[in-house]
């Protein structure tokens, strides 16, 4: 291949590289990354979810997304931190404020909404200063959807080509993603008497998560390659089909215990595979030279094509 | 420190201006791959002079280069390409290929991807227009090495080096590539590189000088017949604004393993924002929609 000499056609068919090589590397990150992913988007999620039910009155449930949320955020530091390749300096990433950097916009919103997660949780237990407990859950309940949604944006900001070029989408994939996951898990532990809002949530997420990821792969052509082969595609596939399974059957059985039981772990598993699935994507579509080279000789012949 | 201090109603100072009185020329490389003989001196020297460890030997197989590619532990790197094809002014009977030979480095790119992304800070512009990590604040994170679009930098893994030791000396666990020799420049010494070659194919200097002088070259060369000849990363339109250290290459930039476009993936950072905000109002939305929608 690399010493071919005709131009990539649309496919990729015919492109040049050195050796097969990558062009880009590989990001570092351990499967620590996307399970924060799904953790994270479930705290948001859950947090606003918590919000909103206090302030409709449904305290029973805001009880339930509160206590997800503590669990979900609880976990999310540590695996942040053992990912570092310094952990021991994970209080650096305090040290600035970078709006070009979504992972530095990120600590702040975890270390925020981790706070007021804390305080409202804490206030939950011993059932004490209710103005300070709901003044921290709006702060949560408001930073929540951005805690959903800036990973995708982390991604997204990279030259790994299925993240990159999905820079439209993929925060929609999480947003379904995080609401599904949240809902499901509210629906899971709740009395099905008061948890409609969830079951609510974790379809409407789950249908969200499905539409957008299907855009995705459609607006990303051959890119999407990586989506539907090997582990990945099986991945992908096993996301999708969970989600579907598990959206019907809260819808039909979720008024149920047992039903929202079945539905809430269906749902769990098909959002925490999306997220590895497209974790897992990436590090293929960075790994395989083409996805990377064909894209970018497209525009150089295109531009040289067109006459300024 | 100054990044705790908000500069309200005033633009923040970006390089030069940012370093006052101690600011520099823009320095650079110009790698003229037309007279590279692969002697890997640059190599050799960089991995002397900054104590970059021994990575082990790899044997590829598959050409001069066991290097592969820029990394942690390779900051220069000479590509080997061996191609069918006949060289002008030589026997048609005695040659049927060319060697092309280049030898890679970071980019010191004018919008540079890994600088952007960076949230402890380690990474910085320094007084010469350059892209350097900062060894003692890097926690690792490594978000930097995806979003580079070159692939140059990485992060030192104890697994990769066949030596163990403490890993403040070896730099273990944080992201390394090249500093274009800050320290030597701050000393008004060449970078160890450009100092080793033998045939100036590396050469180091001022960038605008530098693009001057491979502006002539490129064209000298095109007049003696090579058509194929071309700059890249030598204007300050590209996707990156053009780099710090360019190339004079005799191909297409993928032959060497090179991005044809790169492009700095910060760029599209307003419509990134953009869809993660629209995105975070949509989960916003259902969660109120599934909150106060009427009895199902």
């Known amino acids: ?308 | 420190m100054t990044a705790f201090r908000l500069r309200l109603g005033k633009t923040p100072l970006s390089w030069p201006e940012s370093y006052d009185s101690d600011q520099q020329p823009r320095m650079g490389f110009f790698t003229d791959t037309s007279v590279c003989i692969g002697c890997k001196a640059c190599e050799v020297a960089c991995k002397e002079w900054n104590e970059v460890p021994d990575d082990g030997l790899h044997f590829s197989g598959e050409s001069f280069d066991n290097t592969g590619s820029l990394s942690a532990n390779s900051w220069r790197h000479v590509a080997f390409i061996e191609q069918p094809t006949r060289v002008d002014g030589v026997d048609a009977a005695s040659s049927d290929f060319r060697w092309l030979m280049s030898s890679d480095v970071c980019k010191h790119c004018t919008h540079a991807a890994c600088l952007d992304v960076c949230p402890t800070g380690a990474l910085f512009r320094t007084e010469f227009g350059t892209v350097v990590v900062q060894q003692d604040v890097c926690n690792g994170c490594g978000y930097c090495v995806p979003a580079c679009p070159f692939g140059v930098i990485g992060r030192r893994q104890a697994d990769d080096l066949p030596q163990a030791g403490n890993e403040d000396v070896l730099g273990l666990g944080t992201t390394h590539k090249c500093t274009l020799c800050y320290d030597r420049l701050k000393d008004g010494m060449e970078p160890a590189c450009a100092q080793a070659c033998p045939t100036e194919s590396i050469q180091f200097g001022p960038l605008e000088v530098l693009r001057e002088r491979a502006q002539r070259r490129v064209e000298r060369l095109q007049e003696q017949g090579v058509a194929e000849a071309e700059l890249y990363g030598a204007s300050p339109d590209d996707g990156v604004g053009g780099f710090g250290a360019f190339f004079l290459l005799l191909d297409k930039p993928e032959v060497y393993g090179l991005p044809p476009d790169p492009i700095v993936p910060t760029r599209r950072l307003p419509e990134i924002w953009g869809a993660a905000l629209l995105a975070g109002a949509a989960l916003a939305g259902s969660v109120l929609a599934a909150v106060a929608g009427g009895r199902r």
């Not at chain 1, 959903?148 to 379904?176: I, M, Q």
């Open chain 1, 1 to 308: 291949m690399s010493n071919g000499a005709g131009s990539a056609g649309p496919d990729g068919s015919g492109y040049r590289s050195y050796y097969g090589k990558p062009v880009i590397n590989e990001p570092v990150w351990e499967p620590v990354i996307p399970a924060y992913f799904f953790f994270g988007g479930t705290a948001g999620a859950a947090a606003t979810l918590g919000l909103a039910t206090r302030l409709s009155g449904n305290t029973a449930l805001a009880r339930t997304a509160t206590y997800v949320n503590a669990v979900a955020i609880g976990v999310s530091p540590a695996l942040l931190i053992v990912d570092l390749g310094r952990p021991e300096r994970f209080l650096n990433m305090l040290r600035m404020f970078k709006v070009t950097s979504p992972m530095s916009l990120g600590t702040w919103i975890v270390t925020f909404s981790g706070v007021a997660s804390g305080l409202a949780t804490s206030l939950e237990v011993i059932g004490r200063l209710p103005r300070a407990k709901l003044i921290a859950e709006a702060a949560a309940g408001a930073l929540g959807p951005f805690l959903s949604t800036y990973t995708a944006a982390l991604l997204a900001d990279t030259a790994v080509p299925v993240w990159h070029e999905a820079r439209r989408e993929l925060p929609f994939v999480f947003a379904g993603s995080s609401a599904a996951s949240a809902g499901a898990a509210c629906a899971f532990v709740a009395p099905p008497r008061t948890a409609r809002p969830a079951r609510r949530l974790a379809i409407a997420g789950a249908a969200l998560e499905l539409t957008a990821a299907g855009v995705m792969e459609r607006r990303l052509g051959f890119l999407a390659e990586p989506y539907k082969r090997g582990r990945v595609g099986a991945l992908t596939t096993a996301a999708k089909a969970l989600t579907t399974a598990g959206a019907l059957t809260m819808l039909l059985q979720g008024r149920r215990q047992g039903g929202a039981i079945g539905a809430g772990a269906l749902l769990l598993g098909g959002s925490l595979a999306e997220r590895f699935a497209i974790f897992r994507a990436g590090l293929e579509s960075a790994r395989d030279p083409r996805y990377t080279i064909v894209p970018q000789r497209q525009r150089v012949d295109q531009r040289a094509a067109t006459p300024a």
